[in-house]
């Protein structure tokens, strides 16, 4: 029989490698993770985290430490050449249970993250190793890191856009690196009070102003053709560029000139070698997507890997055919901002201004804009789902769940999912105090051991004797599409989205979906309220 060292072995401790780290070891998987660097990052690199990221966080168990780390809820000012505000952008709903769009330090963010793994005995953290070959075979890997040969079921590339890993694969990242350069400078404090991003568009010298927690600030300035690097970096040139937005004696914690990239690798799978977060794509920066690309890419990886590692089901060709299409629309609204963030004349600058006031002058286009409805929805067409039959507008089968403030019967409040726990969830929308039982009964261990929970209306307390239950604080099971699925059964994944749902009366609809992504290792048992 074949000696493993670990499950999983995770190359590079970055913002994916760390959160993939964490939820394999949640789930109870054995992870080895090198990282060629002594430790983690010590000066910024990406400075925004968004709702769907916090909440892979709080599925971490972290989001206790990272919350109070963060400028949290911000908006955008957009600006033409003319000093004018034609645009902003001012997203208020909570729909994930965090804000949208939040200020952050990942150096911060990385060690909060490091530190989580010490909670593990199934954690073996190796820095100051470089991973420097691998081969496969039908049953692992084995692969060279440092000076030991390690031996792994599954690899696991998060070492980012110079990845060893995808080169030693024979990958290609397909797509565009782009001619123009910016400087980016990162001030240890700003007097700059503004909460809000501010975006320049200036043909002249479009730049972005980002907010950070605790007084810090992230300016980015676009390069002309024939600015040298080395020059635009020399602290006079720096303060000159800050001097127009009144940072100019502001203390400098950091320049330096990035070119950037829109790029996808054409496999994110090979084997048992997978590619995760930067290793398998690149976005540009105008949306704020690119770290939070690599943490989705990480909870829509760990529940597979612990399914195939644990119980034999291979469901990790999903992974790319989930994420890929998501990874890519994001990828194109990133360019199409740019655009905008970039005309290039004052007459483009003066147009698209003008455009976006004739919009603002419409209601509907407004609230489109204002609440970020135009940023790519998580919705998976393919992969690991049991459509329900519902036309495709309508349905949740596919669909990151939302997640309400909550409220049980003893009168503990919370989000949702801190309910669902880290599994596979069977969530009962409904106000009848008998449904859980009756489902539990009707299932029995065709459920495996998802935990089961009933959220009911808002209108209705929770009943005793129907596991766990909750009342939704927020009103969303009753509007839009979650307003046709009352009295319906949904099967939800461990990264919280929809893989199928049923009536409460045709239950035997879950039975594809329950042999497919449950194993049937126990009777389905019903869990005590939550104290």
Known sequence: MTRFDADVLVVGAGPTGLALTNLLALAGLSVTLVERNAGTVDEPRAVSIDDESLRTIQAMGLIDQVLPTLARGYGSRYVDPDGRC????????????????????????????????????????????ELTSFLQDGEG?????????????????????????????????????????????????????????????????????????????????????????????????????????????????????????????????????????????????????GMNSGIRDAHNLAWKLALAVRHGRDLLDTFQQERAPHVAAMIDLALTLGRIMMPRSRWRAKAVSRGFRILGMVPAAKRYLAEMRYKPKPRFQAGALWPDGKPDSLSIVGRLFLQPDVEGLDGWRGRLDDLLGSGMTLLILSDRPAAARRIAQVLGDRAGNCAMVTLTSDAINPAFGTGKTARDLSGAIGRGRLAAYRDHVLLIRPDRYVAATAPLEYLELLGPALSGLVPQTAPLMLEQEKT
């Open 86 to 129: 034609f645009a902003t952008i001012a997203p208020a709903a909570r729909d994930y249970g965090y804000d949208k769009r939040n200020g952050f330090e990942q150096p911060l963010l990385e060690t909060t993250m490091r530190l989580g793994l010490d909670r593990f005995a199934n954690v073996e953290q190796r820095f100051s190793t």
């Open 141 to 289: 890997v084995s692969a060279v890191a440092g000076d030991r040969m390690i031996r792994a079921r599954y690899l696991v590339g998060c070492d980012g856009a110079r990845s060893t890993v995808r080169k030693q694969l024979g990958v290609v990242l397909d797509g565009s690196t782009y001619a123009e350069r910016w400087l980016i400078v990162d001030l240890m404090a700003t007097t700059n009070r503004l909460r809000h991003t501010e975006v320049f568009c200036n043909p002249e010298r479009p730049c972005i102003s980002l907010p950070g927690p605790g007084g810090i600030r992230r300016y980015e300035f676009m390069l002309q053709p024939g600015e040298d690097d080395a020059a635009v970096t020399e602290e006079d040139f720096v303060r000159r560029l800050l001097e127009r937005y009144g940072d100019g004696s502001s203390p400098i914690r950091r320049r330096r000139v990035y070119t950037f990239h829109a790029r996808l690798a054409e496999h994110w799978r090979v084997g048992r070698v997978l590619l995760a977060g930067d290793a398998a794509h690149l976005t540009p920066p105008f949306a704020g997507q």
